[in-house]
């Protein structure tokens, strides 16, 4: 069975930086699509960044283009998200997802993922 556990989560002051942690187990993750999701308090889940584990193509939001970085480490089975000059408007719960029935104009939906981390807590402060 997949689980995805996140970790990494705290309160940061806007500015700051700030890593998650998403330890992927239970199969190989070869060919699947592993991303990171957000959602803000009172509003959806929205991508915020992904990965394709073999290939390492990444690709991100407009809303975090430029201050997200999304890698993996093969040997920890593990996903990470840096995240630099964080804003409030980042605070959420953001949760770690993998899937393996992609392609290119899928990649940032919800449904696309069939593994779901439990979440963790972002909170910027201004």
């Known amino acids: 069975q997949v689980q995805l556990v996140e970790s990494g989560g705290g309160l940061v002051q806007a500015g700051d930086s700030l890593r998650l942690s998403c330890a992927a187990s239970?199969?190989?993750?070869?060919?699947?699509?592993m991303a990171w999701f957000r959602q803000p308090p009172g509003k959806e889940r929205e991508f915020v960044a992904g990965?394709?584990?073999?290939?390492?193509?990444?690709y991100f939001a407009d809303s975090v283009k430029g201050r997200f970085i999304i890698s993996r480490d093969n040997a920890k089975n593990t996903v990470y998200l840096h995240m630099n000059s964080l804003k409030p408007e980042d605070t959420a719960v953001y949760y770690c997802?993998?899937?393996?029935?992609?392609?290119?104009?899928?990649?940032?939906?919800?449904?696309?993922?069939?593994?779901w981390g439990q979440g963790t807590q972002v909170t910027v402060s201004s």
């Open positions: 997802a993998c899937g393996r029935d992609w392609n290119m104009g899928t990649l940032k939906r919800v449904n696309v993922y069939d593994y």
């Open positions: 239970g199969r190989t993750f070869s060919g699947y699509a």
């Open positions: 990965i394709i584990w073999s290939a390492g193509m990444t």
